[in-house]
């Protein structure tokens, strides 16, 4: 059974940076589409960022210019750089996949796979 799991979370300064990991185990998911959500205290769960198998990329417009969606095959982990960090950033991110061509890459509710979180938390 595929598990995924994010880390790399924490408490930062608006202005400062994270990456985000999310690594699979279990089966190798090089050909899934991989997505990050996030959800702030009270708001619903949205859409980050996602990456294709063959590395296409797609953004929120609020994170367009300061994120970058990645991922390595060889470890089968997928990652989000954010930079320039905000207050309104703070929110569990969860990382997320689909089979390719399965739905959208903007809805959750495509995604049939889920990591449990992590907290990034960014003061002002």
């Known amino acids: 059974q595929v598990q995924l799991v994010e880390s790399g979370g924490g408490l930062v300064q608006a202005g400062e940076s994270l990456r985000l990991s999310c690594a699979a185990s279990g089966q190798t998911l090089s050909t899934y589409d991989m997505g990050w959500f996030r959800q702030a205290p009270g708001k619903e769960r949205e859409f980050v960022a996602a990456?294709?198998?063959?590395?296409?990329?797609y953004y929120a417009d609020s994170v367009k210019g300061r994120g970058t969606i990645s991922r390595d095959k060889t470890k089968n982990t997928v990652y989000l750089q954010m930079n320039s960090l905000k207050p309104e950033d703070t929110a569990v991110y969860y990382c997320?996949?689909?089979?390719?061509?399965?739905?959208?890459?903007?809805?959750?509710?495509?995604?049939?796979?889920w990591g449990q979180g992590t907290q990034v938390t960014v003061s002002s």
């Open positions: 997320a996949a689909k089979g390719y061509y399965r739905g959208s890459y903007y809805r959750q509710e495509d995604y049939n796979i």
């Open positions: 990456i294709s198998p063959r590395y296409s990329t």
